[in-house]
């Protein structure tokens, strides 16, 4: 371990409550150190092969027909044999898997998973399916955090947290753009806003930015756009722009479903052979919509006059991402979200430009479109914002963005009745994403931090000592006695009362159940419900017979009922 044994008791102790404190701050830093080191690893790795065959990385309409037919199918292939010799149960990966291990795991991220996530996002990125990097960045930065919690058997309460902190730090490192990252952990992953969560998590993403920064410099991709002021009479058409955006948004999403649905029983192999397939035939005629958002972004900054081109290439980019996350491509979906919303505005920059012959508007109704369709789709109007103003470092965007964001979103959910696209793929595989009301207040709290020390324990050669010290110790006291049963090492002891109002002293000897350390009291809670009542003892699975302490049931009630101040 890195530290002595009472400091590793100490910082579990102090972790396990739901508090600011500088020992989660340090770990934070620590966590986003790890997860933007392996979104970094992830970035070159993807670079480093395109290279080998692409003049622009995510540019494939410069090299040969052959290629672009060839490569999303030998891309197939691979990810199908890794997938399969790895075993399909660990074939779950992207962002909504990880919003479902974050609310039902404490975001602890299977191996296996992640490295289906690591090799088959690497895979799909290089070959040109139309999916993002955040999505494989989002997995593995929150296994690099859970992997620190893990390693030093940290309360999951705090798992949690740096799970989170992992997400910030990889979206960082992905798109430049810290202040966004945390947004999007608050408002989408985690969704919750708690000061003792957003610190840690801006930490971490502060990180992500630093090591980015380094790497790769403090350009973004949407640098390239030009951002200028827009007068008050674009107000009114930007209203349409938003709405038209929210309806975009709704075929999008909804479509996403259906190809889900349609294909969910399908085999892994055949999906992305099919996958392949399209991707190569849309691909050969128009390559400029394959790979990620850099493309998008590419021609609506040097062909944003030629409307038929872009509208080409929006249509085939939307099929593209469509087919590839409907078919279960191991990529994400937010980049190319921003792709076809950059597209979207350029395209509705056109009746501005013509009216006013001002052909600098392109950049700006670019950026808006990538703010709305991002709103919209994933139902994070906020994080679109923030991501907005951080990528073009304007501050005169803001404005007409909160007026398209708030357009677009309202119309997606309050006419369309749209669902978020994570939150539809999580319905459709069955994955739990939403917890009972109790559970999400008890799962913020370690049972470390609600340890009962009253209790006495007895050997069991102290048996003849059982009378006397249950008729002398308190009320509040409990009596346990140690057993050689590993199944059941701890008894709970106490008067039969039904005996005792007979006469008889006969003594019940009630087998409690145990929970590791690192447990929240929503373990607790779950097997302490049923009955209402009893206790469960704590213990160290490395030292199993070592009783830490007890939790009873009046401690769960009294979280629940706030009559402690923990939370």
């Not at 009046?554 to 979280?559: I, N, T």
Request: charged share 10%; hydrophobic share 55%; net charge neutral.
């Amino acid at each position: 371990m890195l530290l002595p044994a009472d400091w590793q008791a100490k910082l579990r102790l102090r972790l396990a409550f739901p508090l600011t404190s500088v020992q989660l701050c340090l770990l934070a830093i620590i966590a986003g150190f790890l997860a933007a080191f392996i979104i970094l690893l992830f970035r070159l790795t993807i670079i480093g092969i395109q290279s080998f065959f692409l003049e622009r990385t995510d540019d494939f309409s410069g090299i040969a027909e052959g290629y672009r037919w060839v490569l999303p199918f030998v891309a197939a292939f691979l990810i199908s044999v890794m997938a399969m010799l790895v075993g399909l149960s660990h074939y779950r990966v992207g962002i909504a898997y990880v919003i479902h291990r974050i609310k039902t795991r404490y975001g602890v991220m299977p191996f296996w998973n992640t490295f289906n996530q690591f090799f088959g996002g690497i895979i799909a990125l290089t070959s040109g399916f139309s999916v993002g990097r955040e999505g494989p960045s989002v997995h593995l930065g929150a296994f690099g955090a859970g992997l620190l919690g893990q390693y030093l058997r940290l309360p999951y309460n705090s798992i949690r947290i740096l799970a989170g902190c992992g997400i910030a730090a990889a979206i960082s490192a992905s798109f430049n753009t810290p202040l966004a990252a945390v947004i999007f952990v608050m408002e989408v992953v985690l969704r919750e806003y708690r000061i003792h969560v957003f610190v840690p998590v801006m930490l971490a993403s502060v990180v992500g930015a630093l090591l980015t920064r380094g790497v790769f410099g403090m350009g973004n991709d949407l640098a390239a756009l030009k951002i200028v002021s827009i007068s008050g009479w674009h107000l009114p058409y930007l209203v349409l722009c938003g709405i038209a955006i929210g309806a975009a948004a709704y075929v999008f999403n909804q479509s996403i479903w259906r190809i889900l649905k349609w294909f969910q029983k399908w085999h892994l192999a055949l999906k992305l052979l099919l996958a392949a397939a399209i991707t190569a035939a849309v691909g050969h005629l128009v390559p400029q919509a394959m790979g990620a958002e850099t493309g998008a972004i590419f021609y609506a900054v040097t062909a944003s006059t030629e409307f038929w081109l872009l509208l080409t290439i929006l249509l085939a980019k939307f099929l593209l991402t469509i087919v590839a996350v409907g078919l279960a491509v191991p990529g994400g979906v937010i980049g190319p979200v921003f792709g076809i919303g950059i597209l979207a505005g350029t395209l509705l920059a056109f009746l501005p430009v013509f009216v006013s012959g001002d052909a600098s508007l392109s950049g700006t109704y670019a950026t808006l479109g990538m703010a709305g369709f991002m709103a919209a789709t994933l139902h994070a109007p906020l994080a679109a914002l923030v991501a907005v103003m951080e990528l073009s470092y304007n501050p005169d965007i803001i404005v007409p963005a909160m007026l398209v964001i708030t357009c677009a979103y309202v119309t997606t959910v309050q006419l369309f009745k749209n669902k978020s696209i994570f939150v539809l793929q999580l319905e459709l595989q069955q994955l739990p994403y939403k917890l009972a009301p109790a559970d999400d207040v008890l799962q913020k709290v370690g049972v470390l931090a609600m340890l009962d020390k009253e209790y006495v324990v007895l050997s069991a050669s102290e048996e003849d000592k059982i009378e006397a010290i249950l008729t002398e110790k308190p009320a509040h006291q409990l009596l346990i006695q140690a057993t050689d049963n590993p199944e059941r090492p701890f008894l709970l002891i106490d008067y039969d009362l039904d005996a005792s109002m007979t006469g008889q002293s006969t003594l019940l000897h009630q087998p409690i159940q145990g929970l590791s350390h690192q447990a929240t009291m929503a373990e607790v809670h779950t097997l302490l419900d049923e009955q209402k009542g009893g206790v469960v003892y704590i213990f160290d699975p490395e030292q199993p017979k070592q009783l830490l302490g007890l939790i009873r049931w009046e401690q769960v009630r009294a979280l629940l009922t706030k009559q402690n101040n923990l939370i």
